[in-house]
């Protein structure tokens, strides 16, 4: 059965499930179970949340195969799918919103301005396979505003375009656009001491080594 899951098209196994081959849906999901986590992360912040409703979202995926029309792509559809009920379950739930990174301030508003103008630098290939900068970028992350976290992890992480990210999410184009460059700068802003040297140094705590 594998081999004939992987010999159609993506529109051709939809097809053939919605008929009646349900056996084939693993087959159509298997790509995407990766993404689906990360877009329930992104609202959640919280990984056994978001395992639950990355599979309560394929689930769902399933049940409602037969609403998918094909106007935007399957996968899009799917993390659609794991943003609402991320969301849904944060509402219920109530929890509170994650704290941004503490450097930097927001308005009135509650839009992000970075602390400086520092330029962001591409992360040595190297450094980035340290422990201790994984867990720095994951902490970031976790920091930041849910509204920042989710565009940021569907576009950069899982590296949806900007249209698909806006589709997911049901936002326009340009405030996706907006709120990554926010989330971007206040990456930068946590992860910028690191730059400088202190990820080598073996501090548990950051240390501000730039002189401005």
Request: aromatic share 10%; net charge neutral; proline share 5%.
């Amino acid at each position: 059965m594998a081999s004939t899951a992987q010999s159609v098209t993506e529109p051709d196994l939809i097809e053939r499930i919605k008929a009646g081959e349900s056996e084939l849906f693993y087959a159509l999901i298997e790509p995407y179970q990766r993404a689906v986590y990360a877009a329930a992360f992104s609202v959640l912040g919280n990984e056994a949340d978001a395992e639950d409703v990355a599979q309560e979202s394929v689930l769902k995926a399933y049940a409602k195969l037969d609403h998918f029309r094909g106007e935007c792509k399957f996968s899009t559809w799917l993390i659609q799918i794991a943003v609402n009920e991320a969301r849904m379950r944060r509402r219920k739930e109530r929890r509170a919103l994650y704290e941004s990174i503490d450097e930097g301030y927001p308005d009135d508003a509650g839009d992000y301005f970075p602390r400086d103008f520092a330029d962001w630098r591409e992360i040595p290939s190297e450094v980035l396979a340290q422990k201790q900068l994984k867990d720095a970028l994951s902490r970031a992350i976790a920091s930041l505003k849910p509204i920042y976290r989710e565009v940021f992890i569907l576009r950069d992480v899982q590296g949806l375009n900007i249209r698909e990210t806006a589709e997911a999410l049901g936002l326009n184009e340009p405030l996706v656009r907006t709120r990554l460059l926010r989330a971007r700068l206040q990456m930068r802003d946590a992860l910028a001491p690191g730059y400088d040297g202190s990820w080598c140094a073996g501090s548990p705590t950051y240390k501000k080594v730039r002189p401005f």
